[in-house]
Protein backbone atom coordinates (compact mmCIF):
# COMPACT_ATOMS: atom_id res chain seq x y z
CA UNK A 1 0.00 0.00 0.00
CA UNK A 2 2.78 2.65 1.12
CA UNK A 3 4.95 1.47 -2.60
CA UNK A 4 1.60 2.81 -4.35
CA UNK A 5 0.75 5.71 -2.66
CA UNK A 6 4.55 6.25 -3.40
CA UNK A 7 3.96 5.64 -6.79
CA UNK A 8 0.89 8.05 -7.09
CA UNK A 9 2.99 10.97 -5.28
CA UNK A 10 6.02 10.61 -7.67
CA UNK A 11 3.78 10.67 -10.40
CA UNK A 12 1.85 13.59 -8.92
CA UNK A 13 5.13 15.40 -8.85
CA UNK A 14 6.62 14.79 -12.32
CA UNK A 15 3.04 15.70 -13.90
CA UNK A 16 2.81 19.29 -11.36
CA UNK A 17 6.67 19.67 -12.51
CA UNK A 18 6.07 19.32 -16.44
CA UNK A 19 2.62 21.62 -16.25
CA UNK A 20 4.81 24.10 -14.22
CA UNK A 21 7.09 24.12 -16.66
CA UNK A 22 8.97 26.92 -18.48
CA UNK A 23 7.51 27.30 -21.85
CA UNK A 24 7.77 29.71 -24.96
CA UNK A 25 4.57 31.85 -24.91
CA UNK A 26 4.43 34.17 -27.97
CA UNK A 27 7.56 35.74 -29.71
CA UNK A 28 7.36 39.21 -32.30
CA UNK A 29 9.73 41.42 -34.13
CA UNK A 30 11.44 43.74 -31.91
CA UNK A 31 13.32 46.79 -33.40
CA UNK A 32 15.39 48.48 -30.70
CA UNK A 33 18.49 51.00 -30.83
CA UNK A 34 21.40 48.26 -31.49
CA UNK A 35 19.83 46.36 -34.14
CA UNK A 36 16.32 46.78 -36.09
CA UNK A 37 15.46 43.70 -36.77
CA UNK A 38 15.86 41.73 -33.28
CA UNK A 39 13.66 38.95 -32.17
CA UNK A 40 12.30 39.29 -28.47
CA UNK A 41 10.76 36.09 -27.37
CA UNK A 42 8.46 35.42 -23.92
CA UNK A 43 8.66 32.74 -21.65
CA UNK A 44 6.21 32.14 -18.75
CA UNK A 45 5.78 29.51 -16.45
CA UNK A 46 2.28 28.35 -14.51
CA UNK A 47 4.27 27.97 -11.50
CA UNK A 48 6.27 31.17 -11.67
CA UNK A 49 4.60 34.70 -11.66
CA UNK A 50 7.24 35.78 -13.35
CA UNK A 51 7.75 36.47 -16.74
CA UNK A 52 11.02 36.37 -18.84
CA UNK A 53 11.75 37.67 -22.32
CA UNK A 54 15.27 36.77 -24.78
CA UNK A 55 16.19 39.09 -27.46
CA UNK A 56 17.80 37.88 -30.12
CA UNK A 57 20.15 39.56 -32.08
CA UNK A 58 21.20 39.12 -35.62
CA UNK A 59 20.09 35.43 -37.37
CA UNK A 60 19.85 32.46 -35.23
CA UNK A 61 21.80 29.77 -36.18
CA UNK A 62 22.53 26.24 -34.96
CA UNK A 63 26.10 26.53 -36.66
CA UNK A 64 27.19 29.55 -34.50
CA UNK A 65 27.41 29.12 -30.75
CA UNK A 66 25.34 32.57 -29.56
CA UNK A 67 27.30 35.23 -27.39
CA UNK A 68 24.73 35.09 -24.29
CA UNK A 69 24.58 37.78 -21.55
CA UNK A 70 22.26 36.74 -18.75
CA UNK A 71 20.92 40.54 -17.26
CA UNK A 72 19.24 40.38 -13.74
CA UNK A 73 16.30 43.22 -14.01
CA UNK A 74 17.56 46.34 -12.39
CA UNK A 75 14.94 49.08 -12.02
CA UNK A 76 17.20 51.28 -10.61
CA UNK A 77 19.77 50.95 -13.27
CA UNK A 78 18.14 49.91 -16.55
CA UNK A 79 15.33 52.57 -16.27
CA UNK A 80 16.28 55.21 -13.94
CA UNK A 81 19.85 55.51 -14.69
CA UNK A 82 21.22 54.53 -11.13
CA UNK A 83 24.81 55.07 -10.95
CA UNK A 84 24.85 52.38 -8.24
CA UNK A 85 25.80 49.71 -9.94
CA UNK A 86 26.63 48.89 -13.69
CA UNK A 87 23.59 47.30 -14.88
CA UNK A 88 22.26 49.82 -17.19
CA UNK A 89 25.67 50.40 -19.27
CA UNK A 90 25.94 46.79 -19.24
CA UNK A 91 23.24 46.23 -20.94
CA UNK A 92 23.91 48.76 -23.38
CA UNK A 93 26.68 47.05 -24.09
CA UNK A 94 26.10 43.48 -24.28
CA UNK A 95 23.45 44.39 -26.89
CA UNK A 96 25.69 46.45 -29.04
CA UNK A 97 28.11 43.58 -28.74
CA UNK A 98 26.01 41.51 -30.03
CA UNK A 99 25.24 43.20 -32.87
CA UNK A 100 28.52 44.17 -33.97
CA UNK A 101 29.08 39.69 -33.97
CA UNK A 102 26.01 39.62 -36.31
CA UNK A 103 26.85 42.72 -38.37
CA UNK A 104 30.55 42.11 -38.69
CA UNK A 105 30.98 38.07 -38.40
CA UNK A 106 27.40 36.65 -39.26
CA UNK A 107 27.16 35.42 -35.95
CA UNK A 108 24.31 36.17 -33.30
CA UNK A 109 23.83 36.64 -29.62
CA UNK A 110 20.81 36.16 -27.10
CA UNK A 111 20.29 38.56 -23.91
CA UNK A 112 18.13 37.03 -21.35
CA UNK A 113 16.55 39.32 -19.46
CA UNK A 114 15.66 37.59 -15.86
CA UNK A 115 12.96 38.64 -13.85
CA UNK A 116 15.33 38.31 -10.63
CA UNK A 117 15.60 42.22 -8.87
CA UNK A 118 18.45 42.55 -7.14
CA UNK A 119 20.27 39.02 -7.70
CA UNK A 120 16.62 37.75 -6.54
CA UNK A 121 15.76 39.00 -3.32
CA UNK A 122 13.65 41.71 -5.07
CA UNK A 123 13.13 45.46 -5.45
CA UNK A 124 12.48 46.38 -1.67
CA UNK A 125 14.77 44.35 -0.10
CA UNK A 126 17.46 45.81 -2.74
CA UNK A 127 16.33 49.46 -1.66
CA UNK A 128 16.73 48.11 2.26
CA UNK A 129 19.86 47.17 1.74
CA UNK A 130 20.93 50.73 -0.27
CA UNK A 131 19.99 51.94 2.94
CA UNK A 132 22.50 50.04 4.48
CA UNK A 133 24.84 50.76 2.45
CA UNK A 134 24.89 54.30 2.78
CA UNK A 135 25.60 53.39 6.63
CA UNK A 136 28.85 52.13 4.97
CA UNK A 137 28.23 48.67 4.95
CA UNK A 138 29.12 46.71 1.66
CA UNK A 139 26.52 45.02 -0.62
CA UNK A 140 27.27 41.46 0.75
CA UNK A 141 27.38 42.65 4.30
CA UNK A 142 24.23 44.61 3.67
CA UNK A 143 22.41 41.52 2.69
CA UNK A 144 23.70 39.56 5.69
CA UNK A 145 22.34 42.50 7.65
CA UNK A 146 18.88 41.69 6.42
CA UNK A 147 18.93 37.77 6.47
CA UNK A 148 19.45 37.76 2.72
CA UNK A 149 21.32 35.91 0.16
CA UNK A 150 24.06 37.38 -2.01
CA UNK A 151 23.21 35.35 -4.65
CA UNK A 152 19.51 34.32 -4.88
CA UNK A 153 19.21 34.00 -8.68
CA UNK A 154 17.41 30.96 -10.27
CA UNK A 155 19.82 30.13 -12.89
CA UNK A 156 18.00 26.60 -14.25
CA UNK A 157 15.35 28.78 -15.50
CA UNK A 158 17.84 30.92 -17.74
CA UNK A 159 19.81 27.57 -18.71
CA UNK A 160 15.93 26.07 -19.53
CA UNK A 161 15.17 29.44 -21.38
CA UNK A 162 18.69 28.80 -23.85
CA UNK A 163 17.37 25.19 -24.16
CA UNK A 164 14.57 26.03 -25.40
CA UNK A 165 15.66 28.52 -28.11
CA UNK A 166 17.84 26.02 -29.19
CA UNK A 167 21.17 27.22 -27.71
CA UNK A 168 22.90 24.53 -25.57
CA UNK A 169 26.19 25.78 -26.60
CA UNK A 170 26.97 29.24 -25.92
CA UNK A 171 29.84 31.60 -25.16
CA UNK A 172 28.53 33.87 -22.15
CA UNK A 173 29.35 37.54 -21.61
CA UNK A 174 30.26 37.79 -18.06
CA UNK A 175 32.92 38.66 -15.22
CA UNK A 176 31.20 36.63 -12.94
CA UNK A 177 32.76 32.52 -13.09
CA UNK A 178 29.68 31.73 -10.81
CA UNK A 179 27.40 31.92 -13.84
CA UNK A 180 29.32 29.44 -15.73
CA UNK A 181 29.26 27.22 -13.25
CA UNK A 182 25.25 27.45 -12.86
CA UNK A 183 25.20 27.26 -15.96
CA UNK A 184 27.12 24.28 -16.96
CA UNK A 185 25.62 22.23 -14.28
CA UNK A 186 22.13 23.26 -15.49
CA UNK A 187 23.26 21.32 -18.99
CA UNK A 188 24.34 24.25 -20.66
CA UNK A 189 27.83 24.32 -22.38
CA UNK A 190 29.94 26.97 -21.80
CA UNK A 191 32.78 27.03 -24.52
CA UNK A 192 34.00 30.47 -23.52
CA UNK A 193 33.61 33.25 -20.81
CA UNK A 194 33.93 36.58 -22.88
CA UNK A 195 34.52 39.40 -20.02
CA UNK A 196 32.48 42.16 -19.70
CA UNK A 197 33.71 45.09 -17.57
CA UNK A 198 32.96 48.80 -18.34
CA UNK A 199 34.89 51.84 -16.73
CA UNK A 200 33.52 52.70 -12.77
CA UNK A 201 31.99 55.96 -11.51
CA UNK A 202 32.31 57.28 -8.12
CA UNK A 203 29.09 55.95 -6.91
CA UNK A 204 29.74 52.26 -8.05
CA UNK A 205 33.28 52.13 -7.58
CA UNK A 206 33.45 50.29 -4.09
CA UNK A 207 30.09 48.15 -5.90
CA UNK A 208 32.51 47.10 -8.37
CA UNK A 209 35.36 46.40 -5.82
CA UNK A 210 33.08 44.18 -3.33
CA UNK A 211 31.95 42.07 -6.72
CA UNK A 212 35.81 41.08 -7.63
CA UNK A 213 37.13 41.07 -3.76
CA UNK A 214 33.88 39.31 -2.43
CA UNK A 215 31.88 37.66 -5.11
CA UNK A 216 34.93 36.32 -7.09
CA UNK A 217 34.02 38.46 -10.01
CA UNK A 218 37.26 38.62 -12.71
CA UNK A 219 37.36 42.42 -12.19
CA UNK A 220 41.05 44.51 -12.95
Given at each position: RFALI ?215
Open positions: GDDTQGDLAAYAEAGALKIITRARLPVSACEDAEIVAFRSSADLREHVALIIGKQSGDRQPLVRLHSECLTGDILGSLKCDCGPQLDAALHAMAHEARDSGGWGVLLYMRQEGRGIGLINKLRAYRLQDQGFDTVEANQRLGLPDEARDFPVAARMLGLLGARTIRLLTNNPAKVVALEAAGITVSERVPHQLPENPHNARYLATKRDRSGHLLI
